[in-house]
């Protein structure tokens, strides 16, 4: 059974980078699953931030698309995400999500970081 | 970008009773549309993926349909442990996105 965990900074000052790690547990990330994040701004709906193969074949939110980047480290079992200029509208928890495929639903998730942005 | 509204925003039922939840999107993604439960406090999980399958442990109680720009998820029984925000995605074309949600809860 696949399980995500994702660990990070909680806490980023406006105008910093935000980075977050996703550790897979249960497959291997080069299993072929297509790996990414989704945000929550405390209260609010969800929004897809972008998903990653292996390969390193990427695809983003093209509102977020200037600022954002994943990356993954096979060796670690992880993939990352960067995301740059920060500010408080950034503040959310963020979701580590797997999906066998481009179509396919997400599942599962991790139980998500929260993270602020706060001078 | 494809959107997605749900409705209602809210709704409140009683426990037994039969809740439906819309969804629509601006244009067709023929049945790539899933549902999601998040209960307070935790990570979204999933209920119905490709429109109308259920996912693995999800009560029977559940259940998807629809096709092209409308989809329903319905609630048969209402249980007190259905509390929770339901919403749906498109997964037809990127970017990804979702409805805005429609919060639960029970009379």
């Known amino acids: 059974q696949v399980q995500l965990q994702e660990s990070g900074s909680g806490s980023v000052k406006p105008s910093e980078t935000l980075s977050l790690t996703c550790t897979v547990s249960g497959s291997s990330i080069i299993s072929g699953s297509f790996w990414g994040w989704v945000r929550q701004p405390p209260g609010k709906g969800l929004e897809w931030i972008g998903n990653i193969y292996h390969s390193g074949n990427a695809y983003y939110n093209p509102s977020l698309k200037s600022r954002v980047s994943l990356s993954v480290d096979a060796s670690k079992n992880q993939i990352s995400l960067r995301l740059t200029s920060v500010t408080a509208a950034d503040t959310a928890i963020y979701y580590c999500v797997s999906t066998a495929n481009e179509r396919a639903p997400f599942d599962p998730w991790g139980q998500g970081a929260l993270v602020t942005v706060s001078s | 970008d494809i959107q997605m509204t749900q409705s209602p925003s809210s709704l409140s039922a009683s426990v037994g009773s039969r809740v439906t939840i819309t969804c629509r999107a601006s244009?067709?993604?023929?049945?790539?549309l899933s549902w999601y439960q998040q209960k307070p406090g935790k990570a979204p999980s999933l209920l119905i993926y490709?429109?109308?399958n259920l996912q693995v442990g999800v009560p029977l109680r559940f259940s998807g349909s629809g096709s092209g720009t409308d989809f329903i998820l319905t609630i048969n029984s209402l249980q007190p442990e259905d509390i929770a925000t339901y919403y749906c995605?498109?997964?037809?074309?990127?970017?990804?996105?979702f409805g805005q949600g429609t919060k639960l809860d029970v009379k």
């Open positions: 490709g429109t109308s």
């Open positions: 995605q498109q997964s037809y074309s990127v970017p990804y996105t």
């Open positions: 244009q067709s993604i023929s049945v790539y």
